[in-house]
T-cell receptor
């Protein structure tokens, strides 16, 4: 079945560092791809999405590009802040979301 | 509308007891989903409703689990004869019913945490 594999954590960074979280997917069709974020003590929130190949999703300084040729949807941010500390989940959608295992990111001041 | 509401936020129960969780979706959303999340893992799909119809159940949903969505509004997830392995966060999500599933953005509730002693 359709699935995503994302980079294992935890990831610890200093403020203003560059963040990349790798995500690759396996799908028989052409799913939409998502990044969700879970801040400490809060529910899952949509961070960004892309619905077709070469689409770039962006939000809050984060970006991810839907790469069909490499079946990837890597998440990047050029300069992280302490407030970006959270668990990040890559997901794909046919009619339901299938999530990766999550990557815990901690940003130190 | 304040989003997806779940109740209770935390339930502690003894093994063998029954528990029920309630989810109130965003009012105009036709689709409702239940997921389970264990520590260190991503959410796992349990079941999905389109209005009041339950359209799919994961094999994770054993016979001890039952979900309903009467009248296509709120939903309940009941676990009978709980086991320690049922301890997890149970997440509810809803989404609009129109359009294809590809752009289907789910809005999640804060979850109901179950601890089975």
């Amino acid at each position: 079945g359709d699935s995503v594999t994302q980079m294992e954590g935890p990831v610890t960074l200093s403020e203003e560092a560059f963040l990349t979280i790798n995500c690759t997917y396996t799908a028989t069709g052409y799913p939409s791809l998502f990044w969700y974020v879970q801040y400490p003590g809060e529910g899952l929130q949509l961070l960004l999405k892309a619905t077709k190949a070469d689409d770039k999703g962006s939000n809050k300084g984060f970006e991810a590009t839907y790469r069909k040729e490499t079946t990837s949807f890597h998440l990047e941010k050029g300069s992280v802040q302490v407030s970006d500390s959270a668990v990040y989940f890559c997901a794909l959608s046919d009619y339901k979301l299938s999530f990766g295992a999550g990557t815990t990111v901690t940003v130190r001041a | 509308d304040t989003g997806v509401s779940q109740d209770p936020r935390h339930k502690i129960t003894k093994r063998g007891q029954n528990v029920t969780f309630r989810c109130d979706p965003i009012s105009e959303h036709n689709r409702l989903y239940w997921y389970r999340q264990t520590l260190g893992q991503g959410p796992e799909f349990l079941t999905y409703f389109q209005n009041e119809a339950q359209l799919e159940k994961s094999r994770l949903l054993s016979d001890r689990f039952s979900a309903e969505r009467p009248k296509g509004s709120f939903s309940t997830l009941e676990i009978q004869r709980t086991e320690q392995g049922d301890s997890a966060m149970y997440l509810c999500a809803s989404s609009p019913g129109g359009g294809g599933f590809g752009a289907n953005v789910l809005t999640f509730g804060a979850g109901s945490r179950l601890t089975v002693l």
